[in-house]
């Protein structure tokens, strides 16, 4: 049947609610599920890789993983795995060093953790070119696990560091490293957005980690203010933290999540419309 070409826009009114009336009285919330996959100090992250990725494949879901160059080439049989379930691969460094160029950087980080600032200062890049020799030997290594090239345009940086340092060489090494998205920035709820351009690098923020499922309540809560203010409630896990009880309490959590609200899953990439989408 040919569709008109222009619809009076009283004639789309029942359509709409009809739209609204089949999803019952739930409101819609979009949810982004990204992994930090490193499995190098922490080797029950690659015990716990498959039965994650079956999950992800049960439900359906297409997520990203972001990797350590270190565990790409240690275990490239699970990264290839990874890519060939249709997930997107990022970088988060080879060694998880931490994107830092300057000594007060490292003792702000040290304080917001509660840790030395001058063992974060030693773990530090310290120069733009030292982070972005990183960035290239990463993305080598991931693209070597998987056999193909020109793939990885992620970016996740260890302990979300961006977050309380400063941010202009960061971003400027990104762009050069061809980094087309990070996502290392916590959502800002007075300001909400889906996502926004820093220097020409997309950044996707994210809200809260598995570490929350021990007290669902609050995870709750933070899905409810994300499907208020209309932002993706982006979940970041950890493959050496979802042990078979703690990925079933994952599982629980969708659950929840889907009977309480019309969820869409989003992929990273399909927050900011895709790899073809200029938006520059
Ligand atoms: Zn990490």
């Not at 049947?1 to 089949?22: D, H, K, N, T, V």
């Not at 021990?214 to 932002?231: F, I, Q, T, Y």
């Amino acid at each position: 049947m040919e569709r008109p070409l222009i619809l009076p826009f009283l004639a789309l009114l029942p359509l709409l609610a009809q739209g609204c009336l089949a999803q019952g009285d739930k409101e819609p919330l979009t949810v982004v599920l990204t992994f930090d996959y490193e499995d190098l100090s922490h080797e029950e992250g690659g015990r716990n890789i498959d039965a994650l990725l079956q999950v992800l494949e049960k439900r359906n879901l297409s997520v990203a993983f972001f990797v350590l160059g270190a565990t790409a080439e240690k275990y490239p049989e699970k990264v290839r795995r990874i890519h060939e379930k249709g997930h997107i691969l990022g970088m988060h460094t080879y060694y998880h060093n931490l994107p830092l160029f300057t000594r007060e950087d490292a003792e702000r980080v040290g304080r917001v953790y509660g840790v030395d600032g001058e063992a974060e200062w030693r773990k530090s890049f310290k120069t733009p070119e030292a982070f972005l020799r990183d960035l290239m030997d990463t993305r080598a290594a991931i693209e070597r696990a998987t056999g193909k090239n020109g793939t990885v345009a992620a970016f996740r940086a260890p302990s979300m560091v961006v977050n309380w340092v400063s941010d202009e060489v960061y971003y400027r090494v990104l762009r050069e490293a061809g980094v087309r998205v990070d996502s290392s920035v916590y959502q800002d709820f007075e300001n909400p957005r889906a996502y926004y351009v820093v220097d020409g690098v997309i950044e996707v923020p994210l809200v809260t980690f598995e570490s929350r499922l021990k007290n669902p309540k609050k995870a709750l809560d933070l899905a409810e203010e994300c499907s208020k203010k209309g932002v993706p409630f982006h979940f970041v896990a950890h493959p050496q933290a979802l042990s078979p009880e703690n990925l079933r309490e994952f599982e629980d959590f969708l659950d929840l999540l889907e009977a309480r609200y019309d969820v869409t899953y989003l992929r990273l990439d399909e927050v900011y419309g895709g790899e073809n989408k200029n938006i520059y």
